[in-house]
């Protein structure tokens, strides 16, 4: 049943999965709109991968529910799968097969019908740039080309939302910015609502206008990027004071909120530090200055009191790995 | 609501899962040259090793003929169950999983993959057919059109067993196990290699369950014009056998984890 009173495209509602004694999911709440794109930054194990499982039916939930495009994930299924595109943590494509067959084999699968069917297949190789190679076995891509191919089948079926699991792990910096640009392409030009986890800051921020931080398997935070940081009080300003300067007059002007003293030099919450240093600077005699604004890490270092980084443990990284041997 | 569309949407789906299926097995060159390679061995090496000492003699037919209807479900037994649990690798490599996330039902994810499988068999024995011209078996256009049935059938059938096992299996070691314990017994059992009709009780008992027998049975009818049982009997046990193992492979396929 399509729900036309609510504008939401995806509504989670106390989604839990629970494996044995861990929580992977914890009572998870979420409502994502028409053509967001919508962020889950977390660490490794934080539940990422298992909330996308769970929203493309392919793992049932212990409790809770969810639904996308208005069918419900437990009761329509098929319905929920027709009109989404997942492309998955770890690249599925067949190996043996050509990207051109790969997609045909999915446009297939999804029911496109056959007048169309060889235009979706260019457009979508065009669209991640993959035509010059679509007639290579999948082997002979580099694991950039593997992420975009994937990304080209879960288009293939002109879906409305579109999930992405870490589209950029494991890929060098350079190809992990041809990613970016191929994703912010995406959103200019289908109407599409796109969720997208990962776990590095940059492209949280870069990409998504919304971001939840999911950490343990709850959301801990949800706001856009830059209400996320300006949570933090704004920007810092570390300073190394002269012998016996006086900071009496800081503690007057409006734009500083929070002064703290840290191994000997002091750190100050400012508001648009690039504008009111030097106005700070009159107050004060410097030895040195020095302006940071917050990333994501801060605040999910604030919130959890540890940094967002790898964990050896991760496991993602050998998966991957062995991935390369079909 | 089944019209024209829906109709059409499902055989595309059917298509396109047999499609990969085909496409890999003619890519993967080792695996069709090892399939094809062992039942040649053992027809040549077992059937003329044996052959210079023993004959069929109540058949006086020699040994290498006698043996040929059974490497053909040699051959059969081999690659529709081992492509049945080539599932594992799918799902290994995740392919498996994306062929989940589409709108496709695990029932027709099952037929897709059956058919597949036995079209891969369909290839190998063709070659094995041909072989056989070479070594001076004759068979006539009607004992073709029935060895092509039997062999679809008993394909149908394994390569159920395959998928039902490859369903509950996450690791490759299991490869092993259904080595020893599914492809040799059904293998050994089915009196591919010896007449069965005076066989010790212990091993006709075996003998009687295994599906193989039927099939190895109905092929020496049909090619050899020697069998033990009624061609009939061989093909209503086989299609019994069929049913069974197609429904428990659907089965198994509903209740599969995706992740
Ligand atoms: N099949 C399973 N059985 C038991 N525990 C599982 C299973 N799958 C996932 N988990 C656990 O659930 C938690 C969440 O895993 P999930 O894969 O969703 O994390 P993630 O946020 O995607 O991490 P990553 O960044 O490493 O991909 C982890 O602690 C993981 O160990
Ligand atoms: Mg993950």
Partial sequence: ?326 | MYNTTSIRIYFDKIYALWLREVKVFFREKSRLVASTFTPLLWLFVIGSGFGSSTSISAHAVDYQKFIFPGIICMSVVFSSVFFGSYIIWDRKFDFLKSVMVAPVSRSTIFTGKTFGGMTNSLIQVSILLIVGLIIGVQFSPLALVQTVVIVLLLSFALTSLGLTLGSYMTSLEGFQMIVSFVVFPLFFLSGALFPIDKLPQWLSILTTIDPVTYAVDALRNIILGIGSHGLGLDLGVLLLYSCALGALGTYSFRRMKAV
């Fill in chain 1, 1 to 326: 049943m399509v729900n036309p009173s609510k504008n939401q495209l995806i509504q989670i509602r106390n989604l839990t999965k629970r494996y044995e004694k861990l929580i992977a999911v914890d009572n998870l709440s979420l409502e994502i709109g028409q053509s967001e794109v919508f962020g889950l930054l977390g660490p490794n194990g934080a539940g990422k991968t298992t909330v996308i499982h769970m929203l493309a039916t392919l793992l049932n939930p212990t409790s809770g529910s969810a639904t996308v495009n208005g069918f419900d994930i437990l009761e329509d299924p098929e319905k929920v799968r027709s009109s989404i595109g997942v492309v998955f943590q770890v690249p599925s494509s067949d190996d043996l097969l050509t990207g051109y067959e790969n997609l045909k084999i999915h446009a297939l699968l999804y029911g496109v019908k056959p007048d169309v069917r060889e235009k979706r297949i260019s457009a979508a190789l065009e669209l991640v740039g993959l035509t010059e190679r679509k007639e290579d076995q999948v082997k002979k891509y580099s694991g950039g080309m593997r992420r975009r191919l994937e990304i080209a089948r879960g288009l293939i079926h002109n879906p409305k939302v579109l999930f992405l699991d870490e589209p950029t792990l494991g890929l060098d910096p350079s190809s992990r910015e041809t990613m970016w640009k191929y994703i912010q392409q995406l959103v200019k030009q289908e109407k599409l609502t796109i969720i997208l986890t990962t776990h590095y800051m940059e492209e949280a921020d870069m990409l998504c206008n919304r971001i939840g931080i999911i950490d343990k398997g709850k959301i801990i935070a949800l706001d856009t990027p830059a209400r996320l940081k300006s949570m933090l009080g704004g920007d810092i300003v570390k300073l190394k004071l002269k012998q016996d300067s006086n900071t009496d007059a800081l503690k007057n002007l409006e734009c500083i909120s929070k002064i703290e003293s840290v191994d000997g030099y002091l750190l100050l919450s400012v508001d648009d530090a690039k504008r009111n240093i030097p106005e700070i600077l009159k107050h004060v005699e410097v030895e040195s200055v020095e302006a940071t604004s917050p990333t994501l890490n801060d605040v999910f270092l604030k919130l959890t009191g540890r940094p967002i980084k790898e964990q050896a443990e991760g496991g993602f990284m050998e998966r991957y790995v062995q991935y390369d041997k079909h």
